[in-house]
């Protein structure tokens, strides 16, 4: 199989990770050729997952389909890079449920993926802002400008001092409890 990849795909970028999961980058535009003869040929009929690394740097981003084999046995992650403006194919005409993952990466990263037609938002309401995980995204400026602090009010709650309070109450509770238990059966 990784043969017949690398000559029909003219890759050398072929990884075996492990005896189970394997790595191929190809070409954007061959990307859906070689999903196909690996779905049609070589049963992996499951898309697990669609991923997106964001390489600002070189102006790209790293889409990575990950396909399992029908016995659950073999994984393959098959990856293009595209440009980080550029609209991208839908595969959910393949795989019914890439259209929701493809919906995620369109509101997370802003990817735009021509012919899936539910690209609405999915968890973000109203979001106006840079998609959130692309790497321009200033979080500490956008929670400083939009989020309002609990600074004052009486629900504020320091997380480190609350969660030492809880683990002593139920330590105490547990001694009580062993406690009680001893002198019970010291009792009887």
Same mark, same amino acid.
């Given at each position: 199989? $990784?043969?017949?990849?690398?000559? =029909? ?49 070189? &102006?790209?981003? @790293? ?8 016995? *659950? ?5 098959? =990856? @293009? ?6 609209? +991208? ?14 919906? &995620?990466?369109?509101?997370? $990263? ?6 899936? =037609? ?15 995980? *692309?790497?321009? +995204? &200033? ?9 309002? +602090? ?29 406690? @009680? ?8």
């Amino acid at each position: 199989m $990784y043969s017949k990849i690398k000559n =029909q795909f003219a890759t050398p970028e072929i990884e075996i990770k492990r005896n189970d999961l394997s790595k191929v980058i190809v070409k954007r535009d061959r990307l859906f050729e070689l999903i196909n003869l690996l779905r049609l040929n070589y049963s992996y009929v499951t898309l697990n997952a669609i991923t997106c690394a964001d390489w600002i740097e070189d &102006d790209h981003f @790293a889409l990575s389909y990950i396909l399992t084999t029908e016995d *659950r046995k073999h994984t393959m992650m098959v =990856q @293009a890079l595209i440009g980080r403006d550029s609209a +991208f194919d839908t595969i959910s005409h393949i795989f019914k449920q890439a259209e929701i993952m493809e919906r &995620d990466l369109h509101e997370m $990263y802003g990817i735009k993926f021509i012919g899936n =037609q539910n690209l609405k938002e999915l968890s973000l309401e109203n979001w106006i802002h840079t998609p959130p995980l *692309r790497r321009e +995204f &200033d979080t500490l400026k956008f929670v400083n400008e939009n989020l309002t +602090f609990r600074d004052g009010r009486d629900d504020n709650v320091d997380t480190k001092v609350e969660t030492k309070r809880l683990r002593a109450l139920k330590k105490a509770k547990k001694l009580a409890e062993e406690k @009680a238990k001893d002198d019970k059966n010291g009792n009887s």
